[in-house]
């Protein structure tokens, strides 16, 4: 299925609950591998919206490529706001190539095999961007009523299935419960919004003391034949200080005293 535009996806009716789950995510380190090649593996300062979809599926015990319908356009709906100021740093990493061609497998022979990169091939140096110290709310509305309660528990206890992680495997997440809250829309409105500004990045007002960037990430991906592709992205607004922005005439919802737009 081809790569397409987020617009005219979204669908706020009757497929989400008038309620939502929020949570706290942090880490030391993060990285959300931009999808444009680069020399230097470059992050999305947002989390992407089918990185948090892989983040919950996680929680979950979700199998791989098995949970992409549930977080479709039109039974689910999430904000992330950024609560800490947007730093990254480039590290150089020595890694090992995880091509077929490149792999070892122990032992030679017998049932109990695994495969491992070679640690005689040579080491190839990469410059990773990497968030610091990254910190997220996230609002999430899911129409699938049993998975919804499998994860409101799961937040409630503290637990997860698999380790939750900011992007890579060794940037573990902190996951922090914050509460079901009710979700009240509002009309078009010039207001300030405290989550990034989903498709509306042009009703943004700029100010003189706050930076603001603009970034294209995926957010709805299909299982094929390849394993998965990449359905929609979204374009978005934020401050990399973690302000609130000012938008002009945009429908926002009110989640616990703030607002929000939903994707």
Not at 47 to 59: D, E, F, S, W, Y
Not at 81 to 98: C, F, K, W, Y
Not at 206 to 215: G, N, S
Request: glycine share 6%.
């Amino acid at each position: 299925m081809s790569q397409e535009s987020l617009e005219g996806w979204t669908d706020d009716g009757d497929g989400v609950p008038e309620t939502c789950l929020s949570f706290e995510l942090r880490g030391e380190w993060g990285h959300f591998r931009r999808v444009e090649g680069n020399i230097v593996k470059q992050t999305y300062r947002i989390i992407p919206r089918t990185t948090v979809a892989g983040l919950v599926a996680a929680i979950l015990g979700l199998d791989r490529d098995s949970y992409y319908e549930v977080f479709g356009p039109s039974v689910s709906a999430v904000a992330v706001e950024p609560v800490a100021e947007l730093r990254t740093m480039n590290v150089p990493q020595n890694t090992l190539s995880t091509a077929k061609e490149h792999m070892m497998t122990m032992p030679s022979r017998g049932h109990a095999r695994i495969s491992m990169p070679d640690p005689t091939e040579l080491r190839q140096q990469h410059n990773y961007e990497l968030l610091v110290d990254p910190a997220y709310r996230v609002d999430l509305r899911l129409a699938d009523d049993e998975l919804r309660e499998r994860l409101r528990n799961r937040l409630e206890d503290g637990t997860s299935y698999y380790p939750p992680t900011l992007g890579l495997s060794e940037h573990l997440a902190e996951v922090t419960y914050l509460g079901e809250f009710d979700v009240t829309p509002k009309a078009q409105e010039t207001t300030q919004v405290d989550s990034a500004v989903i498709e509306a990045v042009d009703s943004v007002e700029l100010e003189p003391d706050t930076e603001v960037r603009v970034e294209r990430s995926p957010a709805f991906m299909t299982a094929d034949e390849g394993g998965r592709t990449t359905r929609a992205f979204q374009s978005l607004a934020y401050a990399t200080g973690a302000e609130p922005l000012r938008v002009q005439d945009v429908e926002t919802h009110e989640v616990d005293g703030r607002r929000v737009i939903f994707s």
